[in-house]
């Protein structure tokens, strides 16, 4: 096994393995801590590495690791990675075909692995449990831990079931992770697997590069569409609420012009697995799914996320936008909103069939939700709060630091409303309710006579956009509801409603926006088919301008690389990150010991692709090789 060829000294495996010249933040302490035995729960934001602090860990213990996750599509990213860097490393879950699926147990057996990674199902099954307990163990690590916790946004019950595993295993160290756990969730984890005395370590959840930004959903097609031209030739995401509505807008955006796909969890088995292998080629893809896609996708150049329909808590909203720029590059997101989506998610949750203790939670979680998107002040500072997290100042590159969103005294305004609801039976949608404030003579409102209510006209010196915008913040705020069993009226709820009625409570109402357009940032140029090398590193560390000569050695590296993944049948970023092709073309190494020190290039990877990168660089070779083509 490698772990027993190479030194036990985390920094070491770091440099040799990994490529990787030293620890990020919390990582060097929580893999010291495991690989000295101890159990721990990392929290880090996605992309912030939390892999290296069970994998060092892994390769300087004796034994094989255990990595127990619920995600088919990053278990087999996470096999090829670690193969490509000389780890004997593999993976059991539904989708392993039976022979490889023999293999790989016969390779745990002899004790030739140094990770296996297997679904929570598969280690409860099989008498794979038991077979473990014939095995060296180096540790066990329980990836996406949120999974365990009954107050957190994935919670899935055979995990657990890990709790056995300390009694099954004992003095086998453990390290639980995720990006997103409140404090809640945080206590129920440590509970739930038993890990009473492990360390806890806590990265910030900010992600410096997410450019987070919501509006005011006033024609979502229209709005995502200009969304896109702005991310035109790059990769993303796009998150819908319901299966139909993803078929629906991957057509409209083919009908486009735009390459996409739809993807949840009832398509076809076939064409999920052709949309997945088109998303991990490194095709340009926008990618219209539900929440079944995503989690544990691990390419790390998606650019943008954008949801068509809010997410029911901080914690999903959060670990979703985490999918864009895991390279570290920046990413844009966008979030769509509109009171109808907030009537819709709080009913139904009311009609959940949760514990009741797990509906308080579960409400609590939605309203944090409402109050981000009509957040006026920073929203990654609203964003972290979620997690307890203060963000002391502004952080400079959301919607609202870009463009601070002003805010009226709308009290008079929303006294119009509640009223014109009530004096309309409450039974009537938004529109009606417009027309009427309005003065608008509609075909319903002259059947209904709305036109003789006091309140008919009342605010026809206001747009009807400003009206509905109002009607939006009201239904965030509680004073208003949606009959979503019924046809949609509006209804006052009169614990919020009536202090506005009665000049007790004031309404700031956040006046709408149109969506700021921002010049092309330095580090993304335009890419051409898959990327772009708009800023690189110099030797010093320091952002530099790529230059034509660099942009033309990435773009030769790029094809190199797309070329050797499609032999190898494995995503490309699995071979070298963007962000390593981008060092190379600008330090240009000319020798393997040059090319060795450049971040990512472990030696396995040295000894495996050196040569033929060397030789698309177009540096001299040794005599009798033989130069790849580009």
Same mark, same amino acid.
């Given at each position: 096994m490698l772990a027993e060829a190479i030194l036990n000294d985390p920094a070491q495996v770091l440099r040799q393995v990994f490529g990787f010249p030293g620890f990020r933040g919390q990582q060097e302490a929580a893999v010291? $801590?495991?690989? @000295? %035995?101890?159990? +721990?729960? &990392?929290l880090m934001p996605t992309g912030g590495g939390k892999s290296v602090c069970y994998q060092v860990p892994a390769l300087c213990r004796t034994g094989t690791a255990v990595i127990v996750s619920p995600l088919i599509a990053l278990m087999d990213d996470q096999v090829a990675a670690l193969r490509q860097l000389g780890v004997n490393a593999g993976a059991l879950h539904s989708e392993v075909d039976p022979a490889e699926a023999r293999s790989i147990t016969r390779d745990l057996i002899e004790q030739q692995l140094d990770l296996l990674y297997v679904s929570p199902e598969r280690l409860l099954s099989n008498g794979t449990m038991e077979r473990l307990g014939h095995l060296r163990l180096a540790l066990f690590a329980v990836d996406e831990a949120h999974c365990v916790s009954a107050w957190g946004h994935e919670f899935r019950p055979e995990y657990r079931e890990l709790a056995r595993i300390p009694a099954m295993y004992p003095g086998v160290p453990r390290i639980a992770l995720t990006a997103t756990a409140d404090a809640r969730t945080q206590a129920d984890i440590l509970a739930a697997l038993r890990m009473d005395a492990a360390k806890v370590f806590v990265s910030s959840f900010h992600r410096a590069n997410l450019r987070l930004s919501a509006e005011a959903k006033v024609g979502e097609t229209a709005q995502l569409l200009e969304f896109l031209r702005r991310h035109q030739g790059e990769c993303g995401i796009v998150y819908c609420g319901s299966r139909a509505k993803t078929e629906?807008?991957? +057509?409209?955006?083919?009908?486009? %012009?735009? !390459? @996409? #796909? +739809?993807? $949840? !969890?009832g398509l076809d088995p076939e064409l999920k697995r052709d949309s997945l292998a088109r998303f991990r080629s490194g095709e340009a893809l926008v990618v219209v799914a539900t929440i079944a896609f995503g989690m544990g996708i691990d390419r790390p150049d998606v650019r943008f996320v954008v949801h068509l329909d809010m997410p029911d808590s901080p914690e999903a909203y959060y670990q979703q936008i985490g999918r864009a720029g895991r390279d570290g590059d920046p990413a844009d997101t966008l979030l769509l909103f509109g009171g109808q989506d907030v009537a819709q998610a709080r009913h139904w949750l009311a009609q959940s069939a949760a514990p009741e203790a797990r509906k308080r939670v579960m409400r609590t979680k939605l309203e944090e939700m409402v109050a981000l998107t009509e957040a006026v002040s920073c929203r990654t500072q609203s964003l972290l709060g979620c997690f307890g997290e203060a963000l002391e100042v502004g952080c400079g590159h959301c919607d609202n630091c870009e463009a601070p969103p002003v805010t009226l005294d709308a009290t008079t305004e929303a006294q119009m409303v509640l009223s014109a609801v009530y004096r309309t039976e409450q039974i009537f949608g938004a529109e009606h309710i417009v027309a009427v404030l309005r003065g608008e003579r509609t075909e319903g409102v002259i059947r209904h006579r709305h036109d003789r209510l006091?309140?008919?006209? #009342? %605010? @026809? +010196? $206001? &747009? !009807?956009?400003?009206?509905? %915008?109002?009607i939006r913040q009201l239904i965030a705020r509680r004073a208003l509801d949606v009959d979503t069993e019924g046809h949609g009226g509006l209804f006052l709820v009169q614990d919020e409603a009536r202090p506005i009625l009665r000049g007790e409570a004031k309404v700031m109402l956040r006046q709408e926006r149109a969506p700021v357009v921002r010049a092309e940032r330095a580090e993304r140029s335009r890419p051409g088919v898959g990327g772009s090398v708009g800023v690189s590193l110099g030797r010093g560390g320091e952002p530099v301008q790529a230059s034509p000569q660099q942009a033309s050695l990435y773009e030769a590296l790029r094809l190199w690389r797309l070329a050797e993944a499609r032999g190898q049948s494995i995503p490309p970023y699995v071979i070298f990150h963007d962000s390593v092709l981008r060092d190379i073309a600008a330090q240009r190494p000319a020798t393997l010991q040059e090319l060795g020190q450049i971040k990512g290039v472990g030696a396995s990877k040295l000894e495996r692709y050196g040569r033929p990168v060397l030789g698309v660089l177009g540096a001299p070779l040794p005599a009798g090789l033989v130069k790849r083509d580009g």
């Amino acid at each position: 096994m490698l772990a027993e060829a190479i030194l036990n000294d985390p920094a070491q495996v770091l440099r040799q393995v990994f490529g990787f010249p030293g620890f990020r933040g919390q990582q060097e302490a929580a893999v010291n $801590h495991v690989t @000295a %035995g101890g159990d +721990a729960l &990392v929290l880090m934001p996605t992309g912030g590495g939390k892999s290296v602090c069970y994998q060092v860990p892994a390769l300087c213990r004796t034994g094989t690791a255990v990595i127990v996750s619920p995600l088919i599509a990053l278990m087999d990213d996470q096999v090829a990675a670690l193969r490509q860097l000389g780890v004997n490393a593999g993976a059991l879950h539904s989708e392993v075909d039976p022979a490889e699926a023999r293999s790989i147990t016969r390779d745990l057996i002899e004790q030739q692995l140094d990770l296996l990674y297997v679904s929570p199902e598969r280690l409860l099954s099989n008498g794979t449990m038991e077979r473990l307990g014939h095995l060296r163990l180096a540790l066990f690590a329980v990836d996406e831990a949120h999974c365990v916790s009954a107050w957190g946004h994935e919670f899935r019950p055979e995990y657990r079931e890990l709790a056995r595993i300390p009694a099954m295993y004992p003095g086998v160290p453990r390290i639980a992770l995720t990006a997103t756990a409140d404090a809640r969730t945080q206590a129920d984890i440590l509970a739930a697997l038993r890990m009473d005395a492990a360390k806890v370590f806590v990265s910030s959840f900010h992600r410096a590069n997410l450019r987070l930004s919501a509006e005011a959903k006033v024609g979502e097609t229209a709005q995502l569409l200009e969304f896109l031209r702005r991310h035109q030739g790059e990769c993303g995401i796009v998150y819908c609420g319901s299966r139909a509505k993803t078929e629906r807008m991957a +057509a409209k955006l083919n009908q486009r %012009g735009f !390459a @996409a #796909v +739809a993807f $949840h !969890a009832g398509l076809d088995p076939e064409l999920k697995r052709d949309s997945l292998a088109r998303f991990r080629s490194g095709e340009a893809l926008v990618v219209v799914a539900t929440i079944a896609f995503g989690m544990g996708i691990d390419r790390p150049d998606v650019r943008f996320v954008v949801h068509l329909d809010m997410p029911d808590s901080p914690e999903a909203y959060y670990q979703q936008i985490g999918r864009a720029g895991r390279d570290g590059d920046p990413a844009d997101t966008l979030l769509l909103f509109g009171g109808q989506d907030v009537a819709q998610a709080r009913h139904w949750l009311a009609q959940s069939a949760a514990p009741e203790a797990r509906k308080r939670v579960m409400r609590t979680k939605l309203e944090e939700m409402v109050a981000l998107t009509e957040a006026v002040s920073c929203r990654t500072q609203s964003l972290l709060g979620c997690f307890g997290e203060a963000l002391e100042v502004g952080c400079g590159h959301c919607d609202n630091c870009e463009a601070p969103p002003v805010t009226l005294d709308a009290t008079t305004e929303a006294q119009m409303v509640l009223s014109a609801v009530y004096r309309t039976e409450q039974i009537f949608g938004a529109e009606h309710i417009v027309a009427v404030l309005r003065g608008e003579r509609t075909e319903g409102v002259i059947r209904h006579r709305h036109d003789r209510l006091r309140t008919f006209g #009342v %605010g @026809a +010196a $206001h &747009v !009807a956009t400003y009206w509905r %915008g109002l009607i939006r913040q009201l239904i965030a705020r509680r004073a208003l509801d949606v009959d979503t069993e019924g046809h949609g009226g509006l209804f006052l709820v009169q614990d919020e409603a009536r202090p506005i009625l009665r000049g007790e409570a004031k309404v700031m109402l956040r006046q709408e926006r149109a969506p700021v357009v921002r010049a092309e940032r330095a580090e993304r140029s335009r890419p051409g088919v898959g990327g772009s090398v708009g800023v690189s590193l110099g030797r010093g560390g320091e952002p530099v301008q790529a230059s034509p000569q660099q942009a033309s050695l990435y773009e030769a590296l790029r094809l190199w690389r797309l070329a050797e993944a499609r032999g190898q049948s494995i995503p490309p970023y699995v071979i070298f990150h963007d962000s390593v092709l981008r060092d190379i073309a600008a330090q240009r190494p000319a020798t393997l010991q040059e090319l060795g020190q450049i971040k990512g290039v472990g030696a396995s990877k040295l000894e495996r692709y050196g040569r033929p990168v060397l030789g698309v660089l177009g540096a001299p070779l040794p005599a009798g090789l033989v130069k790849r083509d580009g």
